[in-house]
Protein backbone atom coordinates (compact mmCIF):
# COMPACT_ATOMS: atom_id res chain seq x y z
CA UNK A 1 0.00 0.00 0.00
CA UNK A 2 3.33 2.76 0.73
CA UNK A 3 4.44 1.89 -2.30
CA UNK A 4 1.44 2.24 -4.67
CA UNK A 5 0.58 5.80 -2.26
CA UNK A 6 4.23 6.73 -2.84
CA UNK A 7 3.58 5.99 -6.83
CA UNK A 8 0.62 7.93 -7.18
CA UNK A 9 1.93 10.77 -4.89
CA UNK A 10 4.96 11.18 -7.24
CA UNK A 11 3.55 11.40 -10.33
CA UNK A 12 -0.11 13.60 -9.25
CA UNK A 13 1.92 16.84 -9.28
CA UNK A 14 3.28 16.64 -12.71
CA UNK A 15 0.08 15.12 -14.37
CA UNK A 16 -2.16 17.57 -12.74
CA UNK A 17 0.23 20.53 -13.76
CA UNK A 18 0.85 19.72 -17.35
CA UNK A 19 -2.42 19.23 -17.70
CA UNK A 20 -4.18 22.71 -17.26
CA UNK A 21 -1.04 24.23 -18.27
CA UNK A 22 0.53 25.28 -15.10
CA UNK A 23 3.82 23.57 -15.51
CA UNK A 24 4.21 25.75 -18.64
CA UNK A 25 4.17 28.69 -16.56
CA UNK A 26 6.29 27.63 -13.51
CA UNK A 27 9.10 27.22 -16.47
CA UNK A 28 8.54 31.05 -17.92
CA UNK A 29 9.61 32.26 -14.16
CA UNK A 30 13.14 32.57 -13.13
CA UNK A 31 12.11 29.28 -11.22
CA UNK A 32 14.98 26.40 -12.38
CA UNK A 33 13.98 22.93 -12.89
CA UNK A 34 16.10 21.73 -10.05
CA UNK A 35 14.23 23.73 -8.14
CA UNK A 36 10.73 22.48 -9.02
CA UNK A 37 12.13 18.65 -8.85
CA UNK A 38 13.81 19.88 -4.99
CA UNK A 39 10.34 21.56 -4.30
CA UNK A 40 8.94 18.22 -5.04
CA UNK A 41 11.31 16.02 -3.60
CA UNK A 42 10.63 17.60 -0.67
CA UNK A 43 7.43 17.41 -0.30
CA UNK A 44 7.21 13.60 -0.52
CA UNK A 45 10.18 13.24 2.06
CA UNK A 46 7.38 15.26 4.47
CA UNK A 47 4.82 13.06 3.42
CA UNK A 48 6.34 9.56 3.49
CA UNK A 49 9.05 10.54 6.14
CA UNK A 50 7.09 9.00 9.09
CA UNK A 51 5.13 6.15 7.43
CA UNK A 52 8.30 4.80 6.32
CA UNK A 53 9.62 4.98 9.61
CA UNK A 54 6.89 3.15 11.40
CA UNK A 55 7.10 0.17 8.97
CA UNK A 56 11.34 -0.09 9.39
CA UNK A 57 10.64 -0.11 13.34
CA UNK A 58 8.18 -2.83 12.75
CA UNK A 59 10.43 -4.57 10.15
CA UNK A 60 12.80 -4.37 13.25
CA UNK A 61 10.83 -5.59 15.88
CA UNK A 62 10.43 -8.78 13.77
CA UNK A 63 13.58 -9.21 13.08
CA UNK A 64 14.60 -9.57 16.44
CA UNK A 65 12.17 -11.08 17.83
CA UNK A 66 13.00 -13.94 14.87
CA UNK A 67 16.39 -13.67 16.34
CA UNK A 68 15.53 -14.75 20.03
CA UNK A 69 13.50 -17.25 18.32
CA UNK A 70 16.63 -19.30 16.54
CA UNK A 71 18.71 -18.22 19.47
CA UNK A 72 15.82 -20.75 21.89
CA UNK A 73 17.31 -24.15 19.18
CA UNK A 74 19.16 -26.79 20.47
CA UNK A 75 22.34 -27.27 18.30
CA UNK A 76 24.80 -24.57 18.86
CA UNK A 77 25.47 -24.06 14.68
CA UNK A 78 22.53 -24.32 13.25
CA UNK A 79 21.41 -21.38 15.65
CA UNK A 80 24.14 -19.16 14.95
CA UNK A 81 23.11 -19.50 11.26
CA UNK A 82 19.41 -18.93 11.64
CA UNK A 83 20.31 -16.00 13.82
CA UNK A 84 23.04 -14.69 11.16
CA UNK A 85 20.13 -14.91 8.45
CA UNK A 86 17.83 -13.20 9.99
CA UNK A 87 20.01 -10.28 11.09
CA UNK A 88 20.90 -9.96 7.39
CA UNK A 89 17.68 -10.52 6.15
CA UNK A 90 16.37 -7.94 8.05
CA UNK A 91 19.29 -5.48 7.58
CA UNK A 92 18.97 -5.81 3.61
CA UNK A 93 15.33 -5.94 3.88
CA UNK A 94 15.45 -2.67 5.01
CA UNK A 95 17.85 -1.09 2.50
CA UNK A 96 15.74 -2.53 -0.08
CA UNK A 97 12.66 -0.93 1.38
CA UNK A 98 14.60 2.45 0.77
CA UNK A 99 16.16 2.39 -2.12
CA UNK A 100 12.55 1.12 -3.15
CA UNK A 101 10.86 3.88 -2.04
CA UNK A 102 13.17 6.45 -3.59
CA UNK A 103 13.31 4.40 -6.99
CA UNK A 104 9.14 4.71 -7.12
CA UNK A 105 9.76 8.80 -6.23
CA UNK A 106 12.02 9.22 -9.09
CA UNK A 107 10.73 6.98 -11.64
CA UNK A 108 6.89 7.93 -10.45
CA UNK A 109 8.00 11.47 -11.02
CA UNK A 110 9.18 11.05 -14.44
CA UNK A 111 6.29 9.01 -15.30
CA UNK A 112 3.94 11.73 -14.08
CA UNK A 113 5.57 14.14 -16.71
CA UNK A 114 5.32 11.99 -19.75
CA UNK A 115 2.12 10.44 -19.19
CA UNK A 116 -1.61 11.44 -19.95
CA UNK A 117 -3.29 9.96 -17.04
CA UNK A 118 -2.04 9.42 -13.51
CA UNK A 119 -3.61 5.83 -13.16
CA UNK A 120 -1.59 4.86 -16.27
CA UNK A 121 1.49 6.64 -14.51
CA UNK A 122 0.87 4.18 -11.23
CA UNK A 123 0.73 1.32 -13.35
CA UNK A 124 3.80 1.98 -15.41
CA UNK A 125 5.58 2.92 -12.28
CA UNK A 126 4.57 -0.06 -10.30
CA UNK A 127 5.08 -2.27 -12.93
CA UNK A 128 8.85 -0.86 -13.96
CA UNK A 129 9.97 -0.39 -10.49
CA UNK A 130 8.42 -3.05 -8.55
CA UNK A 131 6.89 -6.14 -10.84
CA UNK A 132 9.37 -6.56 -12.88
CA UNK A 133 12.45 -6.88 -10.57
CA UNK A 134 10.65 -9.62 -8.78
CA UNK A 135 9.98 -11.27 -11.67
CA UNK A 136 13.60 -11.42 -12.59
CA UNK A 137 14.40 -12.01 -8.63
CA UNK A 138 12.03 -15.07 -8.75
CA UNK A 139 14.54 -16.53 -11.49
CA UNK A 140 17.83 -15.56 -9.81
CA UNK A 141 16.64 -17.01 -6.63
CA UNK A 142 16.26 -20.23 -8.00
CA UNK A 143 19.95 -19.81 -9.60
CA UNK A 144 21.45 -19.04 -6.26
CA UNK A 145 20.04 -22.42 -4.79
CA UNK A 146 20.94 -23.96 -7.31
CA UNK A 147 24.76 -22.53 -7.29
CA UNK A 148 23.95 -22.68 -3.44
CA UNK A 149 23.96 -26.39 -3.29
CA UNK A 150 26.97 -26.88 -6.17
CA UNK A 151 28.87 -24.29 -4.12
CA UNK A 152 27.85 -25.23 -0.74
CA UNK A 153 26.98 -21.78 0.13
CA UNK A 154 26.23 -20.60 4.01
CA UNK A 155 22.99 -19.97 3.88
CA UNK A 156 23.06 -16.22 5.09
CA UNK A 157 24.76 -15.94 1.40
CA UNK A 158 21.24 -15.87 -0.43
CA UNK A 159 19.97 -12.53 1.29
CA UNK A 160 22.83 -10.44 0.07
CA UNK A 161 22.68 -11.78 -3.39
CA UNK A 162 19.25 -11.09 -3.64
CA UNK A 163 19.35 -7.86 -1.70
CA UNK A 164 22.43 -6.56 -4.40
CA UNK A 165 20.35 -7.48 -7.63
CA UNK A 166 17.31 -5.24 -6.00
CA UNK A 167 19.53 -2.59 -4.69
CA UNK A 168 20.84 -2.23 -8.16
CA UNK A 169 17.57 -2.26 -9.95
CA UNK A 170 16.49 0.52 -7.31
CA UNK A 171 19.75 2.48 -8.25
CA UNK A 172 19.28 1.99 -11.67
CA UNK A 173 16.13 3.80 -12.10
CA UNK A 174 17.23 6.75 -9.42
CA UNK A 175 19.51 7.39 -11.51
CA UNK A 176 18.03 7.25 -15.00
CA UNK A 177 15.06 9.09 -13.98
CA UNK A 178 17.13 11.98 -11.98
CA UNK A 179 18.99 12.43 -15.47
CA UNK A 180 15.75 12.50 -17.75
CA UNK A 181 14.31 15.07 -15.27
CA UNK A 182 16.84 17.05 -15.27
CA UNK A 183 17.37 17.22 -19.03
CA UNK A 184 14.37 16.11 -20.55
CA UNK A 185 12.15 17.99 -18.11
CA UNK A 186 11.44 21.12 -20.19
CA UNK A 187 10.98 19.46 -23.68
CA UNK A 188 8.77 16.93 -21.93
CA UNK A 189 6.52 19.46 -20.74
CA UNK A 190 6.08 21.45 -23.52
CA UNK A 191 4.70 18.53 -25.58
CA UNK A 192 0.82 19.46 -26.49
CA UNK A 193 -0.16 16.10 -25.43
CA UNK A 194 -2.30 16.21 -22.38
CA UNK A 195 -1.65 19.81 -22.39
CA UNK A 196 -3.71 22.66 -21.65
CA UNK A 197 -5.66 23.62 -24.10
CA UNK A 198 -7.87 26.48 -24.71
CA UNK A 199 -11.44 26.72 -26.38
CA UNK A 200 -11.54 27.69 -30.44
CA UNK A 201 -12.98 31.44 -29.94
CA UNK A 202 -16.20 31.88 -31.77
CA UNK A 203 -16.14 33.12 -35.16
CA UNK A 204 -15.91 36.75 -35.93
CA UNK A 205 -19.22 37.52 -38.39
CA UNK A 206 -17.48 38.99 -41.60
CA UNK A 207 -17.28 42.72 -42.37
CA UNK A 208 -19.92 43.86 -44.65
CA UNK A 209 -22.78 41.64 -44.07
CA UNK A 210 -26.02 42.25 -43.72
CA UNK A 211 -27.41 43.00 -39.91
CA UNK A 212 -29.92 40.55 -38.75
CA UNK A 213 -33.12 41.07 -39.02
CA UNK A 214 -35.20 42.10 -35.62
CA UNK A 215 -38.73 41.27 -35.62
CA UNK A 216 -41.26 43.28 -34.87
Not at 53 to 72: D, H
Not at 193 to 206: D, N, Q, S, T, V
Amino acid sequence: MLYLWVAAQASLFFVEARRNGALELVLCTPVTVAQVLRGQWAALQRLFVIPAAVILVMAAAETMLQAQMFARANTQTSTTNMQLYAIISGITGAVEFITCLFALGWFGMWMGLTTRKNSLAVVKTIAFVVVLPLLALGILQVLIAFLSFRAKLTTWAQPLIAAAFRVATDLFFIIWSRWKLRNRFRDSAARDEGAFRPRKPLPIPATGSAPPVIAE
